[in-house]
């Protein structure tokens, strides 16, 4: 099946040499054999050479083979067998489906122009460029054509020696400005693209975290977005209606050349009805005058069977039926159309078929139905769309990178107000003067710099009203709490000074040793008296701590050993090492561990109190953990903890908590607690390192 890649001529000559296929022709045998078969167009094998170099397209292969006949050992004739490689036409349908893929060679290989030379000379040329009178042979010399290439005549040359001894010459004009721009753009839209992305998933992931663009970005998208997606839906119709007109016009024009073909060959045709013995006269008729209008053309009867074609191989090979397209057949025989395209495939190969009615000219009565198949001329049109979408491409870039300068000094204008009151916002202070923003404006961002000067007028008012209001709440606090403690000590001594007057009254039995047990007890409440004033007096003065560095393992250590049989509690310290040093107030610390401690052991008084506590050391800071087996802290409590004079005991304070918040937050650290109902709590004390 080789040979399909090729089309074969035979040639026939006499004894003599003198041709039977074309008496006409002076050339004979020796002729053709002195001027091909020479060692030069040698091949492996013998009497068959390659003649490519004498062809007239140089890029397809041609082989001769010369062949004697003898009788008798005596030469009786002469026979050369010329094959030709099979090409392509560019626009037909059938030679892409005989054409083997692997030779099949498309027209327009070579953009621009190219020539070649043997010894200098020139031997063939094809394009635009003029070799012979633009193109000195001597530019050869120049061994900058075979490395580089060279300008010469405003194009741009490059030269190839090849293994035959020529040498091809490629010619290509040089790039223009726009030709460059262009590259720049396509590169500049991947670009815009490749940051549309980017901006989109980025724009989306600060979404998801709740977290908006900044408004002069969003100026900027929006008058970006404004700009990019009209353009883009003009690409999109400019492109869509190139392909539309560009097919229509393409089915105009075919079915121009079927009502041609069809007016060319009826005469015929009525002929082959009439005698069926003319059938090559019909295929031959229909071959020349499809070959003229540069297509291929099937014939049909009125019943859908194929007369004749001009690519009878098709047929032949079983790629397509025999019968015309059951639709088609409908619409010319049925319906009476003048024409009918339709679309079709074969393998991967997509094409049209036009069809036309054959008609006489006389009576004008259908006598057959003629199909054109043809592509929708597929590189011209993607060659337009490539050219239209350049031109945009262009002008896109050139508006664009003007529009983005525009869109950020226009952002920059816009966003002046708004920073100006950004700042006035971040250093906006509820205790002191608000400066108001002078901006002459009435525009809507002159209503919003209207509007935050009317808001700090309100909120001066309002700071005034709030300062009068906690104070007064403050002292409502202050006396609630102050009262609420001194009630529970003057209770008992009310009772105690009612009984001891009584008894001094003599309404009932006299003893001195009441008197001592009744001033005793009196001493007592006012000691408690005196420490609840102790407490909120150091509440109310928070004296600043004296910040020295100091051993808090060493602290930890005095503190923990103080109260380890009190109240008969266990009580454990763990530490990772033996000196741990913090900033701080170290007698402050000591009472609020001593606080913790103590709280630990009285929440824990329905059994015997464990306290735990536990030192670590984590990158810069320390963690101190000190656990009880208490009952836990009810969840409706747990958010008082820390407030000043909230407690749990009657006879507590409710400073404790408040005063090693305080002081803790003083040292740069924090405190909070863990606690479930039942399984005790831990206070955690976190504090910052210091080096040795």
């Not at 906690?470 to 000590?489: D, G, S, T």
């Amino acid at each position: 099946r080789y040979l399909e890649k090729y089309n074969v001529q035979i040639f026939l000559f006499d004894q003599k040499g003198k041709s039977f296929t074309r008496p006409e022709s002076n050339r004979d045998y020796t002729a053709f054999f002195n001027r091909y078969a020479v060692s030069p167009n040698s091949t492996q094998f013998d009497d068959v050479y390659l003649v490519s170099r004498f062809s007239s397209d140089r890029f397809f292969k041609r082989y001769q083979a010369y062949i004697d006949i003898t009788r008798y050992n005596v030469i009786v004739g002469h026979i050369i067998l010329d094959f030709r490689q099979k090409r392509t036409i560019q626009h037909n349908v059938y030679p892409e489906l005989l054409v083997d893929s692997r030779i099949s060679q498309p027209s327009g290989l070579l953009k621009g122009s190219y020539a070649l030379y043997s010894e200098k000379k020139l031997a063939y040329h094809a394009g635009e460029f003029n070799y012979m009178s633009a193109f000195t042979p001597r530019v050869l010399d120049d061994n900058r054509i075979f490395e580089n290439g060279v300008q010469y005549e405003g194009v741009f040359h490059v030269a190839i020696p090849t293994p035959s001894g020529t040498t091809l010459v490629v010619s290509a004009e040089g790039r223009t400005f726009m030709e460059v721009f262009s590259n720049f753009s396509y590169l500049f839209l991947a670009l815009i693209l490749g940051y549309g992305v980017l901006l989109f998933i980025y724009s989306s992931a600060r979404l998801s975290n709740k977290t908006e663009v900044g408004f002069a970005a969003r100026i900027q998208l929006y008058i970006n977005f404004a700009f990019i997606l009209p353009l883009i839906l003009v690409s999109i119709t400019t492109l869509s209606l190139l392909n539309t007109t560009s097919k229509s016009g393409i089915q105009e024009e075919y079915i121009e050349t079927g009502h041609d073909l069809s007016l060319a060959i009826q005469q015929k045709l009525d002929n082959f009805l009439v005698n069926p013995s003319i059938k090559e006269e019909l295929s031959e008729s229909l071959r020349t005058k499809a070959a003229l209008l540069d297509t291929d053309a099937d014939l049909y009867n009125l019943s859908g069977g194929l007369i004749v074609s001009t690519q009878p191989d098709i047929y032949e090979k079983g790629l397509i039926s025999r019968y015309i397209k059951p639709i088609a057949y409908d619409r010319i025989i049925r319906r009476a159309a003048s024409f009918y395209i339709d679309e079709d495939r074969v393998g991967k190969l997509d094409y049209s078929i036009t069809f036309i009615p054959v008609k006489t000219s006389d009576t004008g009565r259908l006598i057959g139905i003629l199909s054109l198949p043809f592509f929708h001329f597929k590189e011209e049109l993607e060659h337009q769309q490539t050219e239209i979408l350049t031109n945009i491409l262009n002008i896109f870039s050139l508006l664009f990178i003007s529009l983005l300068v525009i869109s950020y000094l226009a952002s920059k204008k816009l966003v002046i107000p708004l920073k100006l009151i950004t700042e006035k916002l971040n250093i906006m202070s509820f205790s002191g003067y608000n400066e108001p923003i002078d901006w002459n404006s009435h525009d809507e961002l002159g209503r919003l710099v209207t509007e935050y000067n009317r808001m700090i007028v309100k909120l001066e008012k309002s700071r005034e009203a709030l300062a009068r209001n906690q104070r007064e709440l403050a002292w409502r606090e202050i006396a609630r709490h102050v009262a609420h403690e001194i009630k529970n000590p003057l209770t008992p001594m009310k009772l105690t000074l009612q009984q001891l007057q009584r008894r001094i009254s003599g309404k009932t039995d006299f003893d001195p040793k009441d008197v001592e047990k009744a001033m005793n007890s009196l001493l007592h409440q006012v000691e408690v008296l005196k420490d609840i004033a102790t407490s909120f007096s150091a509440f109310a003065k928070m004296p600043i701590p004296e910040m020295k560095k100091f051993n808090l393992v060493a602290l930890l250590k005095n503190t923990f050993a103080l109260h380890k049989n009190e109240g008969g509690a266990a009580v454990e310290l763990q530490v990772e090492r033996d000196r741990i040093n913090v900033t701080g107030d170290e007698k402050l610390m000591g009472r609020i561990i001593t606080n913790i401690i103590l709280n630990g052991i009285q929440s824990s008084k329905e059994k015997t109190p464990v306290i735990k506590g536990m030192v670590t050391v984590s990158g810069k800071n320390v963690l101190i953990e000190i656990t009880d087996n208490g009952p836990g802290i009810d969840e409706a409590i747990r958010d008082k903890i820390f407030l000043p004079g909230f407690s749990t005991r009657d006879t507590g304070s409710g400073i404790g908590l408040a005063i090693a918040k305080h002081g803790i937050e003083q040292s740069g650290g924090q405190i909070w607690f863990e606690t479930r109902m039942g399984a005790g709590t831990t206070f955690f004390i976190e504090l910052p390192l210091v080096e040795e």
